[in-house]
């Protein structure tokens, strides 16, 4: 098992929520909290870990891990992605995703050594290919080393948790 620290100097420590097996829904933050928009899918899933927890639900700040996180998207049902974008949309509007393909993924906004796209095809090629959901938030600019999101990304968080929150309720509604 790897152990990474993903606690910040100056940041309080938590700790990680326990791993629920028969959680079929898995809640997956990516971006780079030290790319300050880029981290708009971290931040989110703090938030997240405030509040109540979603039963049947799990929560997993990938950050920029790549291949590492294959196993955890092998076991879940339905995966639930929160990333930034960089799509030519104003700073932070929240859309939702439903790619059925792999191809049909958006490039990653940072430079990941292994991104999203690579990720799902390796999920798909074991067979393992969940159903996806991919909440994104428009980004315009990624400041490196900076650990703040702009006031519009800021903004976008609460209305990005809220949706997130209601479709996990959903989807493990119906497991």
């Given at each position: 098992?790897?152990?990474?620290?993903?606690?910040?100097?100056?940041?309080?420590?938590?700790?990680?929520?326990?791993?629920?097996?028969?959680?079929?829904?898995?809640?997956?933050?990516?971006?780079?909290?030290?790319?300050?928009?880029?981290?708009?899918?971290?931040?989110?899933?703090?938030?997240?870990?405030?509040?109540?927890?979603?039963?049947?639900?799990?929560?997993?700040?990938?950050?920029?891990?790549?291949?590492?996180l294959l196993?955890?998207?092998?076991?879940?049902?339905?995966?639930?992605?929160?990333?930034?974008?960089?799509?030519?949309?104003?700073a932070g509007?929240?859309?939702?995703?439903?790619?059925?393909?792999?191809?049909?993924?958006?490039?990653?906004?940072?430079?990941?050594?292994?991104?999203?796209?690579?990720?799902?095809?390796?999920?798909?090629?074991?067979?393992?290919?969940p159903d996806?959901?991919?909440?994104?938030?428009?980004?315009?600019?990624?400041?490196?080393?900076?650990?703040?999101?702009?006031?519009?990304?800021?903004?976008?968080?609460?209305?990005?948790?809220?949706?997130?929150?209601?479709?996990?309720?959903?989807?493990?509604?119906?497991?």
């Amino acid at each position: 098992m790897l152990l990474l620290d993903t606690t910040l100097v100056g940041e309080p420590f938590r700790l990680p929520s326990p791993v629920d097996p028969a959680a079929s829904v898995l809640i997956l933050a990516v971006g780079n909290l030290l790319m300050g928009d880029e981290g708009v899918g971290v931040h989110a899933l703090r938030t997240l870990e405030g509040e109540p927890p979603v039963p049947g639900a799990r929560l997993l700040d990938g950050g920029v891990a790549g291949v590492n996180l294959l196993d955890d998207i092998q076991r879940a049902r339905s995966v639930i992605v929160i990333d930034a974008t960089r799509d030519g949309r104003p700073a932070g509007t929240v859309t939702l995703l439903r790619p059925t393909t792999v191809g049909a993924l958006p490039q990653s906004l940072s430079s990941h050594d292994f991104g999203l796209k690579d990720l799902f095809a390796a999920a798909a090629l074991l067979g393992a290919m969940p159903d996806v959901h991919l909440f994104t938030v428009s980004v315009e600019t990624v400041h490196p080393m900076c650990l703040e999101l702009s006031p519009p990304v800021a903004a976008a968080v609460p209305v990005l948790v809220h949706s997130v929150r209601a479709l996990a309720a959903r989807l493990t509604a119906g497991a």
